[in-house]
């Protein structure tokens, strides 16, 4: 909803209030709101807007994510890099549904950006083997598989990628 850089005036705002605070012995005043410091700065790394298009796609409402997505007006400028390469990956998953050509644009953006997670990563690799494979880039599609399955450390992708698998041996 704000700007970055309005998010780190605010979180500078309550500092100086809460030090100005301690100085007139009002100490509970200024604990508290150093303590509320944290929340503009955890809104700076944590874009709220792509938070609740996170909630959204859990819930499987890609529209309603698309419409918290769309509140951001410009990404670059908006919000740091993560934040940027998670924003392309949300695109990404809600277009893997519908349009394959725009989703990779999107999941090859945010890989370039970076992604915290390395979980995100591995999904966002294996949609990019998936395109690969249908247009008939084995090695491409090999190599992004052995990425995925290397950064799936928890093994939730694994029967995907095996599944993936069996399918380029047929082609």
């Known amino acids: 909803m704000f700007h970055k850089n309005i998010k780190l005036i605010i979180a500078g705002l309550l500092v100086i209030t809460g030090i100005w605070q301690f ?30 298009a996170f909630l959204k796609l859990r819930k499987q409402d890609f529209e309603g994510a698309k419409k918290w997505l769309s509140f951001i007006k410009n ?22 549904q519908t349009n394959i050509n725009q989703a990779e644009k999107y999941f090859k953006k945010a890989i370039e950006l970076g992604l915290s ?9 294996l949609n990019l083997a998936g395109v690969a494979m249908s247009r008939r880039r084995k090695l491409e599609a090999t190599n992004l598989l052995n990425e995925a399955k290397r950064l799936d450390k928890q093994g939730m992708l694994k029967e995907q990628i095996t ?9």
């Open 117 to 125: 997670m390395d979980m995100d990563l591995a999904v966002a690799k």
């Open 75 to 96: 990404p670059e400028t908006a919000l740091v890099r993560k934040q940027q390469g998670y924003f392309n990956y949300l695109h990404g998953i809600m277009l893997s």
């Open 163 to 171: 599944m993936m698998k069996g399918q380029m041996k047929k082609i």
């Open 23 to 52: 100085t007139e012995n009002n100490i509970g005043n200024g604990i508290f709101l150093i303590l509320l410091t944290a929340i503009p700065i955890f809104l700076y790394f944590k874009n709220e807007l792509i938070l609740l």
